[in-house]
């Protein structure tokens, strides 16, 4: 009943920038937040970056905080992740995902296939 479309990941060398898409093309509920998640082989899933669509709060996670940022497009219900000074350490698989704005704040149910960004 809800499907995210990801778009923008691929190979980027180090000091490089890609910028990741992620729309709700389809969707039961009103969507309140949309955030990045990414996770490395071996490693535990980490929070990247988080908004409210519609509103203008951003919250970015320490490890990326200065080279990554997020913001949207509440008309099109999309969020982005610029990724700029990419490093190796960011090579991962990054899950777009959402909730519902009745859910409470920052409540993530909904998960996208993934898009993978390596960094060499």
């Known amino acids: 009943h809800v499907q995210l479309v990801e778009s923008g990941g691929g190979s980027v060398q180090a000091g490089g920038s890609l910028r990741l898409s992620c729309q709700v093309s389809?969707?039961?509920?009103?969507?309140?937040?949309m955030g990045w998640f990414r996770q490395a082989p071996g490693k535990e899933r980490e929070g990247v970056a988080a908004?409210?669509?519609?509103?203008?709060?951003?919250h970015v996670a320490d490890s990326v905080k200065g080279r990554f940022a997020i913001s949207q497009d509440s008309a099109k219900k999309t969020a982005y992740l610029q990724m700029n000074s990419l490093k190796s350490e960011d090579t991962a698989l990054y899950y777009c995902?959402?909730?519902?704005?009745?859910?409470?704040?920052?409540?993530?149910?909904?998960w996208g296939q993934g898009t993978q960004v390596t960094v060499s």
């Open positions: 995902a959402t909730g519902s704005a009745s859910s409470g704040p920052w409540t993530f149910g909904y």
């Open positions: 389809r969707s039961t509920y009103s969507v309140g937040c």
């Open positions: 908004t409210w669509l519609g509103g203008t709060t951003a």
